[in-house]
């Protein structure tokens, strides 16, 4: 625990000005973000009396080493760039909002040439209008089942539009009139994209256009005694009737709004936005975080919006958000939102009528969704709590291990040997810091030696980091920004755990001892009892089998197992498909898939003579020759065996999907014991 006045600034260092500050631990790493309008005032408050702080402020000072700004020239620069520094760093006291799940959206590829109507998740790219969030895949499907009746836009794949085009056959959705078919020219580019474009629109609330239109229509063809396109049109009024039912209508007005509720207590903080287009709830999400920082609901509604808009553009940002605290001073957050709209934004706190009655109900969603939260994790919490304890007492640990690292050996049968590292920090995965190696030091099979190349490479980088960002430097620490910022491997773990017995714990434990490194504790998980081995222990520490301290070892043992056979599948698969053109010096892959695609298999291009091969565009005499010479000096490979049936395809070079080259089925050999085992998990 750290002394803030060790770290404290000179008086008079921090300039009375707009900026961002960062506090960062021992390890360099940035633990928190924070702007201020002034920051020779903010940080002065993080720097009295301790007694005199909030508990969550107190713990962030005590675990900070080190605190550093940079100005800015206004309020909304600074807010900007706290938005990019939070997601750059993902530091561990700043309020970060977890999704409770992946939104889909009802996605229009505007970008391609014929535009495809589609469900999106994650990203949002350029050049497709999004509607949305759904809270469901298949609400998004039964409406765009509904509208392909009067806009037909293309939503098959690109795979299925080529195969489309080369046979001059439409699919199913063509022949049923859900589909313009553009795949077989039945409707031109053109025309497919203002159809594509008056579906944006339709989606984006301009709905009474087209119904209108429609039943013109419907009366005309009604008059001129065409009846069978009347009920057609009758239909499609109907299809596009049901698809707005689907949304009902909130805001008499036809406004354009997100409103935002938030239900929270001291721990957590849970967030509910509605996104209303045109009077009618286009969609929903929600958000939950814990309270890391001493925050205000102002300050968590500031949060959500960079979360919100930090990314959008344009029109993804309406002209109204109502919510139910405003931000202090709220003006450079309404500043920053009218910046990414390109208009003027209202930010403001809804006082009656109709959009005060539906924040109520956005209220009530947050309030659920807060109060599910904590139902399902609060025995989540008790449990992960409990299984650090444990493993804290049964290894006899200071302190509850709150990263934790285990390593696995994979390799066939001595080839392609690769390690892994998992990473768990507060009992969960945290897959950005997995890392994998291959080993490198020997050739063959010895999962010992292995692991004291891994342990070993992996806290040389360690030490290499821990020296780069001055932390045995005597003086003031005076390293660049991108210098300064923790590394792949810059952060240590409280326990390392390796998957095997006594010698690759003994392995491990020398590793360390031979950098000079004593405060990280090791011990191995042995896969046939599940004991847990110590260093120089001859007897192991047996875990009850209901232990949940044994139950986190083992998810974690089991995480690096799967990272590693992973791994070392993918190495193996690479080998398998390697071509003796591989090793032609200077032909690269253009000139490669010339070959191929010209003689229809390496088999074929084998048997070909120099003359043959010099009339492959781009191949020269002397290159043809190198070719030949390098495939008649390359071992044949073996024929393919079709994996399902045994059947060997003789006839072709390379094998197909479904097999392998060489022989059938093998078995994968992994694991610190050399257990052979099976799939992974």
Known sequence: MADPSSYRPKPGQIPDSPG?????????????????????????NYFQDLAGLHPRTRTMVTTAASVEWTVVSTEVEALQLEYSWIKEYDPRFNVKYRDDKSYPYLAVTMNERFPRVQVMRGQKRKGVRYFGPYGHAWAIRDTVDLLLR???????????????????????????????????????????????EEFCDFMAGRTGTYIRRLERQMTDAAEEMEYERAARLRDDIDALKKAMEKNAVVLADATDADLMAVAEDELEAAVQIFHVRGGRVRGQRGWVTDKVEAVTTGDLVEHALQQLYGEETGDSVPKEVLVPALPDPVEPVQEWLTTRRGSNVSLRIPQRGDKKALMETVQRNALQALGLHKTKRASDLTTRSRALEEIAEALDLDSAPLRIECYDISHLQGDDVVASMVVFEDGLQRKSEYRRFQIKGFAGQDDVRSMHEVITRR???????????????????????????????????????????????????????????????????????????????????????????????????????????????????????????????????????????????????????????????????????????????????????????????????????????????????AGSSNERRGQEP
């Open 20 to 44: 961002v500050y960062r506090f960062r631990d021992e390890h360099r790493r940035v633990i928190y973000v924070g702007k201020a309008k002034s920051l020779r005032q903010r940080l002065a």
């Open 150 to 196: 009067v806009f037909s836009v293309r939503t098959c794949s690109a795979g299925v539009f080529k195969n489309a085009e080369r046979t001059g056959r439409p699919c199913l959705l063509g022949y049923i009139g859900k589909c313009s078919a553009p795949c077989v020219e039945r409707i031109s580019a053109e025309d497919h994209r203002e159809l594509a």
């Open 459 to 669: 806290f040389k980088r360690y030490l290499a980091e821990k020296e780069k960002t001055g932390e045995w430097a005597d003086g003031e620490n005076t390293l660049t920004e991108e210098d300064g910022r923790p590394k792949r491997f810059a952060y240590p773990p409280q326990l390392v755990v390796v998957d095997g017995g006594q010698p690759q714990v003994a392995a491990a434990q020398k590793a360390l001892d031979e950098l000079g490194i004593d405060d990280i504790a090791v011990c191995g998980l042995a896969k046939r009892l599940e004991e847990v081995w110590l260093p120089g222990d001859d007897d192991p520490v047996v875990l009850p089998r209901t232990s949940e301290g044994l139950y986190l070892l083992q998810r974690v043992r089991d995480e690096a197992h799967r990272f590693a056979i992973n791994y070392q599948r993918t190495k193996r698969a690479k080998r398998f498909r390697a071509s003796p053109l591989d090793d032609v010096p200077g032909l690269g892959e253009t000139r490669k898939q010339a070959l191929i695609k010209h003689f229809g298999s390496v088999k074929k291009l084998r048997s070909a003579t120099i003359e043959q091969i010099c009339e492959v565009p781009g191949i020269g005499r002397k290159t043809a020759e190198v070719i030949a010479v390098a495939l008649a000096e390359a071992t044949p490979a073996a024929p393919a065996v079709n994996t399902a049936t045994g059947e060997i395809m003789e006839d072709e070079e390379e094998a197909a999907p479904g097999t392998t080259a060489g022989s059938a089925q093998e078995p994968v050999s």
